[in-house]
């Protein structure tokens, strides 16, 4: 029998690097490289999520048969040329700064890619929105299917779509840098205050809190949108092409006042732009949809690129648009890029044809980064002195289960860490989404993160539809729907009147720790196939409660990148107010154990003071 092919892809050098490895075609590992080294996106070379994409699969970097990179170093380097030199001479100051790097990271990538890896093959490059769009379309259930990708920016593309059939998948439309609905987001994200490239998901969550006041000056000033989807963006209210910021003095003139300062109090205006912008994200996505659907007459959408990761914005895409079915990749922003060009080497470079099971995609629930034997995990716990007990997997299953309706909060830490940015029962903190302290007391003593943040729900899968307005998978928690109408709690008089956060410790249903303020959840679909012991976990909470569903959060406070090892897990529940932790079968309460010494300055280190 011929020896297996195996194919290396790596996504680096811009922000969340990562590694996948297949096997004849079968995604056998791949992980984000912050979840090793502890920095969040971190944009290095993935060198231990490579080495862990080996490890998973017996070999070492000689036998690889093919390494990928996930997109292309020249096209993006003539971009950033072009960009500086076309704005120059405000830009040339950041070309100098950027330059030597750009020529020695990318221009170059060749040679560090193979001293790196110590792999003397040829290394294949994909174009960035190509990569994107195999990860979206090649794991998908489907035989053929639509597909969308839309992001910041990766060599010039900003947004694709094209059409995926049995084992290739084609391009035909793409919007171009500069216009770019990432960036638009971006810029937004920025002005209110939050993170670029991480405090998106922050702005998506604020938006139902406020009102879409400012749509139309967004329409009238910003962006020109066209019936087809396709915009451009006005220039002149930004500085992300040569400056240091995203937004610019005439951008503050047109919006009232300057940015907000990071951590200082959110005000009504700052969630009126939040919704603003979501409001516009969702219309270019649904006009994008409707465009890639008459080009193709096809009832599947296949999503990736960042912008596919607003799940509010692809909810709607569900219930409004023209497709009957969506599959979003979980690992959607640029680490899925390393799994995308994989694929393309393997079906377009290496001709293999594609085997689709309808209704099942190829991802194994994500659970595709690494795993801890019950031994490396007890060695951990008795190197740390920690209190813990082994229990069976029943009596395990049932003791947390009764932990959750008790209102304690568990740490769980199960199998192979999730791929992509959410945790789905594998590096996750559960909670009992009926109790009306829970969404407080999960932000503010767990995460140490904002109030207003909202929870998402794990529901078994049959159970969704009771439960929300939803009625199909959503695996990879990539899907807000409303809660069932009948379990909403309707506002009183008084409470219209409140505005903004104020309305935020108002129980909206009866499962008020994952019911966000407009009455949506994020929900995760949990599927005993796929997770059997996490949805044992759920159908034993079910039978104390009647509730088949948790709260999900992922598994880290604040600023740290999700917990990947024991030692990170047991080091969170330590430093947090999570009464118990699961780690594998071992069980671990916080009142037994004995005091934590701190050894580093963790709050400072993940910016929490
Ligand atoms: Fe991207």
């Known amino acids: 029998m011929a020896s297996p092919t195996h194919i290396l892809g790596i996504s680096a050098f811009y922000h969340d690097s990562a590694a996948a490895l297949l096997r004849d075609g079968e995604i056998v590992a791949a992980a984000s490289e912050e979840r090793f080294t502890r920095k ?10 490579v080495a862990f994409c080996l490890r998973e699969a017996g070999i070492g970097a000689a036998d690889l048969d093919h390494v990928g990179f996930y997109d292309k170093p020249i096209l993006k380097f003539e971009r950033i040329l072009e960009t500086y030199l076309g704005t120059a001479p405000k830009g040339f100051r950041q070309f100098l700064m950027a330059g030597p790097l750009w020529i020695k990271e990318k221009l170059f990538m060749d040679r560090q890619l ?38 910041g920016v990766g060599e010039w593309a900003t947004a694709s779509l094209g059409v995926g059939r049995g084992n290739d998948l084609e391009l035909s439309k793409e919007l171009l840098w500069p216009d770019s609905l990432g960036l638009l987001y971006s810029a937004f994200t920025y002005y209110t205050g939050f993170k670029v490239n991480s405090g998106e998901y922050k702005v998506m969550g604020l938006a139902p809190y406020g009102e879409p006041k400012y749509v139309q000056l967004i329409y009238d ?34 919006f009232g006042g300057p940015p907000r300062v990071p951590e200082t109090k959110l005000a009504q205006r700052d969630m009126d732009l939040a919704r603003s912008v979501q409001d516009v994200c969702e219309e270019v996505m649904m006009r994008m949809a409707r465009t890639v659907h008459k080009a193709t007459g096809l009832e599947n959408l296949c999503l990736a690129g960042g912008v596919a990761l607003n799940c509010v914005g692809n909810g709607k895409l569900l219930r409004e648009g023209p497709f009957k ?53 007890e060695a951990y716990l008795k190197s740390v002195g920690a209190v813990y007990r082994r229990l069976e997997r029943s009596p395990l299953l049932e ?60 529901v078994l899968r049959e159970r969704v539809s009771d439960w929300f307005e939803l009625d199909c998978d959503s695996p990879y928690m990539l899907l807000v729907a409303p809660v069932k109408q009948e379990r909403q709690i309707p506002m009183t008089a008084e409470q219209r009147t409140l505005w903004g956060l104020d309305l935020l410790n108002q129980p909206r249903s009866d499962i008020p720790a994952v019911t966000h303020i407009d009455y949506s959840a994020r929900v995760q679909t ?77 709050k400072q280190e993940f910016q929490l003071d």
């Open 325 to 377: 079915r969506l599959w979003i990749q979980p690992a959607a922003g640029d680490a899925g890029g390393a799994l995308g060009v994989a694929q393309l080497i393997w079906h377009r470079q290496c001709g293999q044809p594609r085997r689709v099971t309808p209704g099942k995609d190829a991802m194994k629930g994500a659970y595709l980064g690494p795993g801890f034997t019950d031994d490396e995990i």
């Open 114 to 151: 193979h001293d790196a890896l110590g792999y003397e093959g040829d290394i294949l490059y994909a174009e960035h929105h190509e990569s994107h769009a195999a990860s979206a379309f090649f794991p998908s259930p489907f035989e053929e299917a639509a597909i969308l990708t839309m992001d």
């Open 221 to 254: 000033h910003l962006i020109d949108l066209k019936a087809d989807g396709s915009f451009r963006v006005n220039q002149e209210y930004f500085d992300y092409l040569s400056g240091f910021t995203m937004t610019n003095g005439r951008f503050d003139a047109l």
């Open 40 to 49: 969040k996106g971190d944009p290095g070379f993935p060198a231990h999520a």
């Open 526 to 602: 949990v599927s005993r196939d796929v997770s059997p012991d996490y949805y044992d976990l759920i159908r034993g909470f079910e039978k104390l409660t009647g509730c088949p569903v948790v709260v999900n959060t992922s598994f880290n406070v604040r600023g740290e990148p999700i917990v990947c090892s024991p030692k990170d897990a047991h080091t969170c529940f330590m430093r947090t107010h999570i009464d118990g932790l699961v780690l594998g079968p071992f069980l671990l309460h916080k009142v037994e154990q004995p005091a934590w010494e701190e050894t580093r300055n963790w």
């Open 399 to 458: 003791t947390v289960a009764k932990l959750l309706a008790d209102e304690k909060i568990v740490g769980w830490f199960n199998g192979r860490m999730e791929f992509g940015p959410r945790a789905l029962g594998s590096r996750s903190i559960l909670g009992d989404p009926r109790s009306p302290r829970m969404q407080a007391q999960m932000n503010i003593k767990i995460k140490f993160r904002e109030g207003f943040r909202p929870f998402a729900p794990s």
